[in-house]
């Protein structure tokens, strides 16, 4: 299958596959070729030490949304890999139940990079993250390093 025909697939399911999404109770509400959008309701069990959403929460809908919308561009047998993730926090979040939108996007995608990015609104279209992200990407025809240690002789 390819990435876009893998995602789809999920909606398709009883239940998410066992992941983050599963974990944290993220949805993903929408795909598309080179998009990818999540959705996710906060609760008292995502606070930080100050009592708000924790950052790490943002990160991951981010990171899900970014690396989501460049696998939906991927062949059959490739797969990624995040190799840099970069968030701006906007607003504050509460834990009671907020509603938060995530929409992934790729900017660019090369034989063996990706970028992409993503935004995350309130239920209300208040932003309160953004973020990039670069991918490493592996295709199903890409062969492993070739050991520099010589073969053993039988």
Request: charged share 20%; aromatic share 6%.
């Amino acid at each position: 299958m390819s990435g876009l025909e893998l995602l789809r697939s999920y909606s398709t399911m009883e239940q998410p596959p066992p992941s983050i999404v599963r974990l944290l109770g993220m949805e993903l509400t929408r795909v598309a070729f080179g998009e990818a959008d999540f959705e996710l309701t906060t609760r008292p069990l995502f606070a930080n030490p100050l009592g708000a959403v924790h950052g790490g929460i943002a990160a991951t809908l981010l990171d899900s949304a970014m690396g989501c919308a460049v696998h939906s561009t991927l062949e059959a047998g490739a797969w990624y890999t995040t190799l840099e993730l970069n968030v701006n926090y906007v607003r504050t979040v509460r834990t009671d139940g907020q509603k938060l939108i995530a929409e992934g996007r790729t900017v660019h995608v090369g034989r063996s990079t990706a970028t992409a990015e993503a935004r995350i609104h309130d239920r209300f279209g208040h932003l309160v993250a953004h973020g990039t992200t670069t991918c490493l990407i592996r295709r199903a025809n890409d062969r492993p390093a070739r050991s520099a240690a010589p073969e053993e002789e039988s």
